[in-house]
């Protein structure tokens, strides 16, 4: 079955280090997004990626950086610099961004707290 | 500005009543419309869409409908059930370009 994989479903940091969260899709999408979710809130977005080798900063994006070496992979780190870390982490894909639209798919999220 | 916002942030109904639950959008260009139902400690799953050249489409329980005169959407579920409990949120497509979500809506059924 295709689909989209977010690993660990729990993440949990210590203050000061990096850590990077994994999202992976069989889907043969091109487009792929982070976004971070608040208790109670909407999703904000981090970063996203339309090709391979090629991303583009969200709305949020201080204290976070990705790659995209390969169309199936987007993985997402929270460095230091992010002072607030502790929320739901979720990746989505998309076949593309053309004319008309098209949905996203999301993973099941990441949970990431500072300890 | 590019905004989608939801006119209510809960909504509670019976078992077995009908919900409604509502969005606003304000970019006109909009033309691809989606409601997502996240449940607890979940991603997001896609209900229903629609497009920008039609007004009411209808799914299993659910419909939407979308008026672009006063730029509404909005989220139908018949005989709501417990199953439907969650936050239910609406996103607009503006032209090609990355989806803005709207804040979310929690909705509580009561046995």
């Known amino acids: 079955d295709g689909g989209i994989t977010q690993s660990p479903k729990y993440l949990f940091r210590k203050e000061g280090q990096n850590v990077t969260l994994s999202c992976e899709q069989n889907?043969?999408?091109?487009?792929m997004y982070w976004y971070r979710q608040d208790p109670g809130q909407g999703l904000r977005l981090i970063y996203y990626s339309q090709i391979v080798n090629d991303f583009q900063k969200g709305d949020i994006a201080e204290g976070y950086s990705v790659s995209r070496e390969k169309k199936e992979s987007f993985p997402l780190t929270v460095t230091s610099a992010q002072k607030n870390p502790t929320a739901f982490y979720l990746c989505a894909s998309s076949r593309d961004r053309g004319p008309g639209g098209y949905g996203y798919t999301f993973g099941s999220g990441t949970r990431l707290t500072v300890v | 500005g590019e905004s989608v916002g939801l006119h209510l942030p809960t909504l509670s109904v019976q078992e077995g009543d009908n919900s409604i639950i509502n969005c606003a959008y304000s970019?006109?260009?909009?033309?691809?419309f989606i409601w997502y139902k996240q449940e607890s400690g979940k991603g997001p799953q896609f209900i229903i869409d629609?497009?920008?050249?039609?007004d009411k489409r209808q799914g299993q329980r659910v419909t939407v409908l979308l008026n672009k005169t006063v730029k509404h959407l909005s989220l139908q579920i018949a005989a709501t059930q417990p199953g439907d409990s969650a936050v239910y949120f609406c996103a607009e497509n503006l032209q090609g370009g990355k989806l803005i979500f709207g804040q979310g809506t929690e909705l509580s059924v009561k046995p």
């Open positions: 629609i497009r920008s050249n039609m």
């Open positions: 889907l043969n999408h091109d487009a």
């Open positions: 970019n006109s260009a909009s033309d691809y």
